[in-house]
């Protein structure tokens, strides 16, 4: 049985309820690009909202951490991973939470306590030294020099604010040496394995820590890192996860993976993570702005990696690498099944893209660097607007040659350049701030209706993006894969024209199944959670008629967002 199933028969055997991994793209938080930890999909349940499933989770969750997109190479640095994670949520705590952590380790995956060692927060000026944990890992058996008190890296948080605590750390000794008696944090042949978060406080916009509503476990291990040790290797591609995707490269380029490993690493790590952005239910496509933007780069970059082992480019060697990756991953993450050509389409029109202009980039490079020059802001903003170079390409082409780049100046023109292209679309809706006014609010009431018709007309995979509001008409963003047809728009608007004439109101909620059951409602299933249901709640409109809604405009708002413009007459 492999780690992930493992994990979660033993949390479960603990009372835990199997969650499904959230989306890649957060739903509710515009703050990220990307879920970086399987924490933060479950941030309200943390802040106190009743979490469906109970109290007690556990879960794979895919993570995308695009910080360390330079380190990605090396034997251990990923973009995408999978993190396993137990919670808590008011329910047991740093008792029940360490116990099973080291029964997991030692009882299940049977690592040596020998190999083990931990980190208690040590305590500062606002928030006590953990005793507790402390104690309970010296009950355990583990003996004093094995757990160490610090301060600086006991502490969670996942970027300024939000739910946060000490926490516990399990390091395992990776390495064939003898394992030292006492543990010392700083040596780096300790790697930590598990972070047992004790999510307690809230820390707010003014750096304020308040105690949470109730006390939380918040428990993550990552799967990679974990094989790998499980496994016995000190390189993470050469465990069980990316054997596989490794050979097929060497197989694809008849090159040994010693003396290529940069690039092999490269180009399997990148086309995973493209492969889980693009299949994601929020419709990613390849852009220069967000999400869109890494998956652009992810795939810009794999391709020049494949050029550097001289695979021929516009062969099919992306979609057999791509293939093995749906394949290995599609029972775990179902979208893998759904977007399964879709992901292939991606990748196949990124780099017919990209393909069209590499070679006269690559020339413009050359001649850029020519007399050993470095390369100035305009240089790499050429590069990066004419020829669709992302800035990290240009870097590194740059860097083999010992150059610089300047990318301070680039992220300025950057910069400039996207506050263009914003004020260019906020002109077009001059006074787009939404008001008060009672034909506001009739456009308000518009929406809802507007967003469970489509649901309903094109599926249940449509999500509202965003919408704005005038006196004059209502614009609304939703995720969907496709223009809509004809026949979907004047479904859409006959339905909520119906639902004005009836006077109905309708709203979109999601609930369990049973709640939704045992309150009669009717209603839809979703994805998401497979006991999870959408329940569309009609309600009365108290105010006068609308009017007649009337759809104007369908676009393409952004990759795989639609827009719609609309009126009521
Ligand atoms: N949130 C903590 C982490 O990401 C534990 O899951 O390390």
């Given at each position: 049985?492999?780690?992930k199933?493992?994990?979660i028969?033993?949390?479960?055997?603990?009372?835990h309820k199997q969650i499904p991994s959230a989306p890649v793209v957060p739903e509710n938080d515009p703050s990220v690009l990307f879920n970086t930890a399987g924490m933060q999909p479950l941030i309200p349940y943390l802040m106190?909202q009743?979490h469906p499933y109970g109290?007690?989770l556990c879960d794979y969750q895919k993570c995308i951490r695009?910080?360390?997109?330079?380190?990605?190479?090396?034997?251990?640095?990923?973009?995408f991973f999978e993190m396993l994670g137990n919670w808590?949520l008011?329910?047991?705590?740093?008792?029940?939470?360490?116990?099973?952590?080291?029964?997991?380790?030692?009882?299940?995956?049977?690592?040596?306590?020998?190999?083990?060692?931990?980190?208690?927060?040590?305590?500062?000026?606002?928030?006590?030294?953990?005793?507790?944990?402390?104690?309970?890992?010296?009950?355990?058996?583990?003996?004093?020099?094995?757990?160490?008190?610090?301060?600086?890296?006991?502490?969670?948080?996942a970027g300024?604010?939000g739910p946060?605590?000490?926490?516990?750390?399990?390091?395992?000794?990776?390495?064939?040496?003898?394992?030292?008696?006492?543990?010392?944090?700083?040596?780096?042949?300790?790697?930590?394995?598990?972070?047992?978060?004790?999510?307690?406080?809230?820390?707010?916009?003014?750096?304020?820590?308040?105690?949470?509503?109730?006390?939380?476990?918040d428990t993550g291990?990552?799967v990679?890192?974990?094989?790998?040790?499980?496994?016995?290797?000190?390189?993470?591609?050469?465990?069980?996860?990316?054997?596989?995707?490794?050979?097929?490269?060497?197989?694809?380029?008849?090159?040994?993976?010693?003396?290529?490993?940069?690039?092999?690493?490269?180009?399997?790590?990148?086309?995973?993570t493209?492969?889980f952005i693009a299949a994601d239910p929020a419709g990613i496509?390849?852009?220069?702005?967000?999400q869109?933007?890494?998956?652009?780069?992810?795939?810009?970059?794999?391709?020049?990696?494949?050029?550097?082992?001289?695979?021929?480019?516009?062969?099919?060697?992306?979609?057999?690498?791509?293939?093995?990756?749906?394949?290995?991953y599609?029972?775990y993450y179902k979208e893998l099944?759904y977007n399964?050509?879709?992901?292939?389409?991606?990748?196949?029109?990124?780099?017919?893209?990209?393909?069209?202009?590499?070679?006269?980039?690559?020339?413009?490079?050359?001649?850029?660097?020519?007399?050993?020059?470095?390369?100035?802001?305009?240089?790499?903003?050429?590069?990066?607007?004419?020829?669709?170079?992302?800035?990290?390409?240009?870097?590194?082409?740059?860097?083999?040659?010992?150059?610089?780049?300047?990318?301070?100046?680039?992220?300025?023109?950057?910069?400039?350049?996207?506050?263009?292209?914003?004020?260019?679309?906020?002109?077009?809706?001059?006074?787009?701030?939404?008001?008060?006014?009672?034909?506001?609010?009739?456009?308000?009431?518009?929406?809802?209706?507007?967003?469970?018709?489509?649901?309903?007309?094109?599926?249940p995979d449509?999500h509202?993006k965003?919408?704005?509001?005038?006196?004059?008409?209502?614009?609304?963003?939703?995720s969907?894969?496709?223009?809509?047809?004809?026949?979907?728009?004047?479904?859409?608007?006959?339905?909520?024209?119906?639902?004005?004439?009836?006077?109905?109101?309708?709203?979109?909620?999601q609930?369990p199944?049973?709640?939704?059951?045992?309150?009669?409602?009717?209603?839809?299933?979703i994805e998401k959670y497979p006991d999870i249901?959408t329940?569309?709640?009609?309600?009365?409109?108290?105010?006068?008629?609308?009017?007649?809604?009337?759809?104007?405009?369908?676009?393409?708002?952004?990759?795989g967002?639609?827009?719609?413009?609309?009126?009521?007459?």
């Amino acid at each position: 049985m492999n780690l992930k199933d493992l994990y979660i028969d033993f949390f479960v055997s603990k009372g835990h309820k199997q969650i499904p991994s959230a989306p890649v793209v957060p739903e509710n938080d515009p703050s990220v690009l990307f879920n970086t930890a399987g924490m933060q999909p479950l941030i309200p349940y943390l802040m106190g909202q009743e979490h469906p499933y109970g109290k007690r989770l556990c879960d794979y969750q895919k993570c995308i951490r695009t910080i360390d997109l330079d380190a990605v190479g090396d034997t251990t640095h990923h973009t995408f991973f999978e993190m396993l994670g137990n919670w808590s949520l008011g329910d047991y705590f740093k008792d029940e939470s360490i116990a099973w952590s080291y029964e997991f380790l030692t009882d299940c995956l049977k690592i040596p306590v020998n190999r083990l060692a931990f980190t208690v927060f040590a305590g500062n000026g606002d928030i006590p030294f953990d005793e507790v944990s402390y104690n309970k890992w010296l009950s355990l058996g583990i003996k004093k020099e094995r757990i160490a008190k610090t301060v600086d890296d006991n502490f969670w948080i996942a970027g300024d604010i939000g739910p946060c605590g000490g926490d516990t750390e399990i390091f395992y000794w990776r390495s064939e040496e003898e394992v030292p008696d006492k543990f010392d944090p700083k040596d780096e042949r300790w790697v930590e394995i598990w972070n047992n978060v004790f999510m307690q406080y809230n820390k707010d916009q003014d750096g304020k820590i308040t105690e949470l509503p109730k006390k939380n476990v918040d428990t993550g291990m990552g799967v990679e890192r974990t094989t790998a040790i499980l496994e016995g290797v000190n390189d993470n591609y050469l465990s069980s996860i990316w054997k596989d995707v490794i050979d097929l490269i060497c197989e694809i380029s008849n090159l040994p993976y010693e003396g290529n490993e940069l690039s092999m690493r490269i180009i399997a790590d990148h086309l995973r993570t493209a492969v889980f952005i693009a299949a994601d239910p929020a419709g990613i496509k390849p852009s220069n702005t967000d999400q869109g933007y890494i998956l652009r780069r992810l795939i810009r970059r794999a391709i020049r990696h494949a050029k550097r082992l001289n695979i021929d480019i516009n062969s099919n060697w992306d979609e057999l690498i791509a293939k093995k990756l749906l394949n290995k991953y599609k029972e775990y993450y179902k979208e893998l099944e759904y977007n399964y050509d879709l992901v292939l389409d991606v990748l196949k029109n990124e780099k017919i893209k990209f393909n069209r202009t590499l070679e006269k980039g690559l020339k413009v490079f050359e001649k850029t660097v020519k007399n050993n020059a470095n390369i100035d802001a305009d240089a790499a903003f050429h590069l990066y607007d004419t020829y669709g170079f992302p800035i990290e390409l240009t870097v590194e082409l740059a860097t083999e040659r010992g150059l610089k780049v300047d990318t301070k100046g680039f992220e300025q023109k950057f910069k400039e350049h996207q506050a263009l292209s914003r004020t260019a679309s906020a002109g077009k809706f001059k006074g787009g701030l939404a008001g008060n006014g009672e034909i506001e609010t009739k456009y308000h009431t518009a929406t809802h209706l507007l967003n469970a018709a489509l649901k309903l007309v094109v599926g249940p995979d449509v999500h509202q993006k965003g919408s704005n509001i005038t006196s004059e008409r209502m614009r609304f963003d939703f995720s969907c894969d496709h223009k809509l047809t004809d026949e979907e728009k004047q479904k859409t608007e006959q339905l909520v024209n119906q639902w004005i004439t009836d006077g109905l109101d309708v709203t979109v909620k999601q609930m369990p199944k049973e709640e939704a059951i045992k309150s009669g409602a009717e209603c839809m299933f979703i994805e998401k959670y497979p006991d999870i249901v959408t329940v569309y709640s009609i309600g009365d409109i108290s105010k006068e008629l609308l009017g007649v809604f009337k759809i104007k405009k369908e676009e393409a708002s952004s990759a795989g967002v639609r827009r719609i413009k609309a009126i009521l007459k």
